[in-house]
C-alpha cells in the first residue's frame, strides 16, 4: 500500500511538472509573490514531503526482526578449538 502511495504521489508530481498550469504572471499570491512562483514553490514544497514519505514506510532503514531466534550458537572453526 506503501508503495502505491509512493507511485501516484510521483506521477503526480511529474504531471503537474509538465502540464502548465493556467494564470498569469501579474497575478499576485498573498499580495506580493507572483502566481508562477508561488506554484514552483508549491510544487517543491510537495516534492519535499513525498521525499520524507519516501524515506519512511516504503523503504524503511532496517529490515524486520526475525521471529525465532538461532536454535544453537555458530560451531567454533575448526583447527582454533582450545585443548
Do not use: C, I, K
Amino acid at each position: 500500500m506503501a508503495r502505491r502511495v509512493l507511485n501516484v504521489a510521483l506521477v503526480l508530481l511529474v504531471v503537474l511538472h509538465v502540464v502548465p498550469l493556467p494564470g498569469d504572471s501579474t497575478w499576485m499570491v498573498a499580495g506580493f509573490l507572483p502566481w508562477d512562483l508561488a506554484v514552483h514553490l508549491l510544487w517543491m514544497l510537495v516534492a519535499a514531503v513525498v521525499v520524507l514519505y519516501m524515506t519512511g514506510p516504503p523503504w524503511p532503514d532496517e529490515p524486520p526482526p526475525q521471529l525465532q531466534p538461532p536454535l544453537r550458537p555458530p560451531a567454533p572453526p575448526h583447527g582454533d578449538e582450545p585443548r
